[in-house]
């Protein structure tokens, strides 16, 4: 009787060990950003998608400006890629809707804003870090 009460206590303290180490996790939770990337053109765009390999994360968007370049956005873990600093546009992030379209509100129409919702749930707010130049009407002679 005694050797099945000690059994029975050794099997419950081995379980109760087992279920603390499931619920200790040493993670560090990731944390995710997008970044912007301008090709000139649907070739570009599209080879950027094809390396992406379908991934749900990686979206190309035309930019409605004087030409025909397109944005590619790309969702990473942080830490994994840094910002060259050296495109043109850059791509910040919300979490919540009010908070992004304060700051989209706030930027001048020069530097082109955009919102978007993307598949995370996250608003993004693009625009050009450098105001368009904008050409003024030759007038008729």
């Known amino acids: 009787m005694r050797a099945l009460i ?13 279920l603390d180490a499931q619920n200790a996790c040493p993670c560090i939770p990731v944390t995710h950003l997008w970044t912007v990337k301008t090709c ?11 390396v992406a390999n379908g991934d749900p994360q990686v979206i190309a968007v035309p930019v409605a400006l004087t030409d025909t370049r397109w ?26 809707s009010s908070d992004a379209t304060a700051r989209f509100a706030v930027i001048d129409r020069d530097h082109q804003p ?18 368009e130049l904008r050409r003024r009407a030759m007038p008729h002679q």
């Open 40 to 50: 000139a053109d649907w070739t570009c765009a599209s080879t950027e998608l094809a």
């Open 71 to 96: 944005l590619v956005l790309r969702r990473m873990a942080s830490g994994a890629a840094t910002d060259s600093g050296d495109d043109s546009f850059r791509v910040e992030q919300f979490d919540h």
């Open 6 to 18: 000690a059994t029975l206590a050794c099997a419950a303290a081995l379980n109760a060990v087992s």
């Open 114 to 131: 955009m919102l978007f919702t993307v598949p995370d749930g996250r608003m993004l707010v693009i625009s050009l870090k450098e105001p």
